[in-house]
C-alpha cells in the first residue's frame, strides 16, 4: 500500500501560470520534504516542514511556496513556473529529524512546461 | 561542491555474480549513510544504512562497508539478480542538520541474466 502519494504523477503548465503539486502521507510522520530531480542529476532538497515549522533552503528560488495544513498533507506552489522549473518533484517523508532515519519517498510528479 | 559524489554513472553485471557501487564524501561531519534504489518512474526506495560509528552493515544481499578515513563507502550486492537493476543513489547527513539528505548523484546498475 503506497504510504507517500503525490498527484498528479504528471502535470503539464503553460510558462508563467501557477501550478499545485500535492502529496499525502498515510505514516503519520512528522518531517515532509519537496525535492526538486533534474534529469541525470541528484535530488536537491527545495525545503521541509517539520510538524508546522516550515524551513527552507538558502538557494531554493521564492518562486517556490509550500503549504502544510495538517500532518497529511503538503503543497509545493510554483507561482509563476519557468521553462527551467520542469523537473520531477519528490515528497517524503520522515518519522523526526534526527537519528538518521531513513526518508520514504512518494513516486514523484513529472511537471513539464510548455 | 558536491558534498556526495558517485564517480561511476552505470555498472553493468553478470547475473549471479557481484555488483560494487561506490561512493565518496567530503564532509567528515556525516553521521549516517543511506543507499536508496531508484526504478523508471517511481520514488527511491530506501535500501541500507550505516552509521558512521560503524563499518559494515548487512541485510540479506547487501553489504554496506564504510572506510571513514578515506571519506568512501560501498554498497557490494551478491549474488546479483537482473531485478536489482536499477539507479542507486547514495545519500548522506548530519544528525544534527535536521535529517537533511545530500545525494550523490547516482549509479546506473544493469544485471545481465
Known amino acids: 500500500d503506497a504510504m507517500v502519494i503525490q498527484n498528479p504523477r504528471y502535470q503539464v503548465t503553460q510558462f508563467g501560470k501557477p501550478v499545485t503539486l500535492s502529496c499525502s502521507q498515510t505514516?503519520?510522520?512528522?518531517?515532509m520534504y519537496w525535492y526538486q530531480q533534474k534529469s541525470s542529476q541528484a535530488p536537491k532538497l527545495l525545503f521541509h516542514y517539520y510538524d508546522k515549522d516550515f524551513n527552507n533552503e538558502a538557494d531554493t528560488p521564492d518562486n517556490f511556496q509550500s503549504r502544510r495544513p495538517n500532518t497529511s498533507f503538503c503543497f509545493l506552489d510554483i507561482r509563476s513556473p519557468g521553462l527551467g522549473d520542469a523537473a520531477m518533484y519528490l515528497c517524503?517523508?520522515?518519522?523526526?529529524?534526527?537519528?538518521?532515519?531513513?526518508?520514504?519517498f512518494g513516486d514523484g510528479t513529472r511537471l513539464s512546461i510548455l | 561542491d558536491q558534498q556526495v559524489k558517485q564517480n561511476s554513472p552505470s555498472l553493468s553485471v553478470q547475473e549471479g555474480r557481484i555488483s560494487i557501487l561506490n561512493c565518496d564524501y567530503t564532509?567528515?561531519?556525516?553521521?549516517?549513510f543511506l543507499w536508496y534504489k531508484k526504478y523508471p518512474a517511481e520514488g527511491p526506495t530506501f535500501l541500507i544504512s550505516i552509521s558512521s560509528i560503524k563499518d559494515k552493515n548487512e541485510d540479506g544481499r547487501f553489504t554496506v562497508f564504510l572506510n571513514k578515513s578515506a571519506k568512501h563507502l560501498s554498497l557490494h550486492i551478491v549474488p546479483s539478480q537482473p531485478g536489482d537493476s536499477a539507479v542507486y543513489f547514495c545519500?548522506?547527513?548530519?544528525?544534527?542538520?535536521?535529517?537533511?539528505?545530500?545525494f550523490g548523484g547516482g549509479t546506473r546498475l544493469m544485471v545481465k541474466p
Open positions: 517524503a517523508t520522515s518519522r523526526d529529524r534526527s537519528g538518521g532515519r531513513p526518508q520514504h
Open positions: 545519500a548522506a547527513l548530519e544528525n544534527n542538520a535536521g535529517n537533511m539528505l545530500t
Open positions: 505514516l503519520n510522520h512528522n518531517v
Open positions: 564532509n567528515s561531519m556525516f553521521d549516517y
